[in-house]
């Protein structure tokens, strides 16, 4: 039997940064001798993969008429469903993206032991296991993006962080360290990390201020040098502006504001004081420069109306 080249398209719904989804989708048809783009409305294809990662962002906003099959997938789509582990364990195809040629993306676990309520995480992956290892992630790429949602929280993780001493790649794990978890010989390890930019620590909550300081105090003093970028969600109004900004007097501390998503509702209405909290502490020459109640996010309305 002869093997009918197929045309693919992929659609990545609203994704800004590289869809590991689709860049194996792409990598696997591309084995079997496949042709695949970009979606195009003057191209026909045998299939058309459509790739949504969030469930509050705006859908495709166009019919596709010039497929004979549609693919979706990604959590704004289906929590459940998953890519079959013969595509999942290939090598993401890196000609898709306009990338450094250094750089490679992954993740060593999957899931996290944790049940935040802002996080779809455990539903959809559920508790921490081991998923790749680091060789198989970077293969002759120096420099590498990892995912992991709790990296800290594994075993195995630790001995992934290792060997990425070891081998001396230097990476982000983009998605936050728990500080809580961070140990003196976890700090001291840490500090032999080669880090792409900075090291992340996740801030949502009053009582994690202190636990970053702690975890801080102790990558300091086994010779860390950076920044710490601080994901901080945004709930309660004074409690959030509180927490995000106590960081203002901390020159090596960076916090970045993110409205909280409630994953179950596709048409969630973010609060105005959430987008203006944001708008403040993001743009960090604005965040140390004034103060939030200060700030004029639009014409003729400051800030200090919120603490009215």
Not at 3 to 30: E, F, Q, W
Request: charge should be positive; hydrophobic fraction near 35%.
């Amino acid at each position: 039997m002869v093997y009918r080249k197929m045309n693919i398209g992929l659609i990545a719904v609203d994704s800004k940064y590289p869809n590991l989804a689709l860049m194996k989708l792409s990598t696997y048809h591309k084995q079997q001798g496949d042709n695949v783009t970009w979606y195009s409305i003057f191209e026909h294809y045998d299939i058309v993969y459509m790739s949504k990662i969030f469930t509050f962002t705006p859908d495709y906003q166009y019919t596709i008429q010039n497929a004979d099959h549609i693919e979706k997938g990604g959590t704004g789509y289906d929590i459940v469903k998953k890519l079959p582990d013969y595509i999942d364990r290939l090598q993401p195809d890196y000609d898709l993206y306009d990338i450094d040629k250094n750089l490679a993306y992954g993740f060593l676990t999957r899931g996290c032991p944790n049940k935040c309520k802002w996080c779809i995480v455990p539903k959809k992956e559920g508790n921490i296991t081991p998923y790749m290892d680091i060789e198989e992630i970077a293969q002759d790429r120096k420099k590498v993006i990892l995912m992991d949602n709790n990296i800290l929280a594994s075993d195995y993780g630790l001995n992934q962080i290792e060997k990425i001493i070891k081998l001396g790649l230097r990476v982000d794990f983009n998605q936050a360290i728990d500080s809580r978890l961070v140990t003196d010989d976890i700090a001291k390890m840490l500090a032999k990390v080669k880090w792409i930019r900075f090291i992340r620590f996740g801030c949502d909550t009053p009582g994690q201020i202190g636990e970053v300081e702690k975890a801080a105090a102790l990558m300091d003093k086994y010779g860390y040098k950076g920044y710490y970028f601080l994901y901080c969600i945004l709930m309660d109004f004074k409690e959030s502006f509180k927490r995000v900004n106590y960081w203002r007097q901390k020159d090596r501390f960076v916090p970045f504001a993110q409205p909280y998503r409630d994953w179950g509702k596709s048409n969630q209405i973010i609060p105005q004081w959430q987008k203006d909290l944001a708008r403040w502490s993001n743009r960090r020459w604005v965040y140390r420069a004034c103060e939030f109640s200060d700030f004029e996010p639009r014409k003729n309305f400051y800030c200090k109306q919120y603490f009215d």
